[in-house]
C-alpha cells in the first residue's frame, strides 16, 4: 500500500467459488484419427473394465478347476520323470535334440533362445512403419508368426514326449525286444551269470534296469572301457565282478550278440 493511492486486495484461489473455477478439459485430439478419445478418464476406465472381466473369469475358473498338484516326492521312486511348468516346456523341448543337447547343450540352453529373443527385441528397430496392419508389416507380423509356431509346436512335441516316456516306464507300451541266440554253455555266458551282469541286463540279454545288450555297436575294447568308466546318465562304472582277463572274454562274447535275422 502506497500513501495516496488507496488500499488494494489480493484474493486468494483457494478461497474462491469453485463454481468460478476453470474446468480440466482434455486435450483436443481431432487432428489425430483414431486417437480421439482422452487418456484419462475416458481410455483408462474401459482398460480397467475389460481387465476386471479377465481377472473375474480367471477366478471364476480357478475356483471351478484348480490346478492338478502332484503327490509329495519320493526319491525313491525311479521311474518319475520330472518336468518344468508349462511355459518352459517349448525350452525343455529343445534340449532333447541332438544339436541342442549333449555336447552342444551350450546352443540349446543360450545360443538359439538368444537369438530367438534378441530377434524379437529388434523388431521395433528393424520396422519403423507407422502402418498398423500386419498385412503391411510383414517383417514383424513373420517374426511374431514363427515364434508362436514354434512355442506351440514344441510344446506339444514335449508334453506328448513325456506322456509316451512315462507310459513306457510304467510299462504301459513295451517296446519291441530283440531276440538272440547264444550258447548258455559257453564260457562269455559263464562270465556274464557270475558277474551278476543278469540283474540288470536280463537272462537272455533282452535288458531291465540296464539297457539291453543285442547288437551293440561298441568294440570289445569300448566294452572294457565302459565296464570299468560307465556311461553318463546310464550305467555305473566299476561294476563288473571278475577279472580283467574275464572281463574282455565277456566283451568278446558281447559283440558276437546279433539279433535274429541279421
Given at each position: ?6 488500499m ?15 474446468k ?22 474401459k ?10 473369469g ?43 543337447s ?34 503391411k ?18 510344446t ?10 512315462a ?18 554253455s ?10 551278476s551282469?543278469i ?23 569300448e ?40
Amino acid at each position: 500500500m502506497h500513501r495516496g493511492k488507496g488500499m488494494k486486495f489480493v484474493g486468494d484461489s483457494r478461497v474462491t467459488d469453485p463454481a468460478s473455477r476453470p474446468k480440466k478439459m482434455p486435450k483436443d485430439y481431432s487432428e489425430y484419427p483414431g486417437k480421439t478419445e482422452a487418456f484419462w478418464p475416458d481410455f483408462l476406465l474401459k482398460e480397467w473394465l475389460v481387465g476386471a472381466v479377465f481377472l473375474v473369469g480367471y477366478l471364476v475358473l480357478t475356483v471351478a478347476h484348480p490346478s492338478p498338484l502332484e503327490r509329495p516326492a519320493d526319491p525313491s521312486d525311479t521311474a518319475y520323470i520330472p518336468m518344468p511348468d508349462w511355459y518352459f516346456l517349448f525350452l525343455y523341448q529343445l534340449l532333447k535334440y541332438e544339436f541342442a543337447s549333449g555336447p552342444y547343450n551350450v546352443i540349446g540352453s543360450i545360443i538359439i533362445p538368444g537369438l530367438a529373443f534378441g530377434a524379437l527385441l529388434l523388431v521395433p528397430f528393424l520396422d519403423t512403419s507407422k502402418e498398423r496392419s500386419p498385412w503391411k508389416r510383414p517383417l514383424p507380423t513373420g517374426f511374431m508368426l514363427l515364434a508362436l509356431a514354434a512355442m506351440i509346436f514344441l510344446t506339444w512335441e514335449s508334453v506328448a514326449n513325456h506322456d509316451w516316456v512315462a507310459a513306457k516306464a510304467q510299462g504301459e507300451i513295451k517296446a519291441p525286444v530283440a531276440k538272440v541266440e547264444f550258447d548258455e554253455s559257453s564260457e562269455g555266458y559263464q562270465i556274464y551269470a557270475k558277474a551278476s551282469c543278469i540283474s540288470c541286463h536280463g537272462n537272455a540279454f533282452e535288458g531291465g534296469i540296464g539297457k539291453p545288450l543285442i547288437g551293440l555297436k561298441y568294440t570289445a575294447d569300448e566294452i572294457v572301457n565302459i565296464a570299468h568308466e560307465g556311461l553318463p546318465g546310464g550305467m555305473p562304472g566299476g561294476t563288473f565282478q571278475g577279472t580283467d582277463e574275464e572281463l574282455h572274454k565277456l566283451a568278446e562274447f558281447i559283440t558276437t550278440l546279433q539279433p535274429e535275422g541279421k
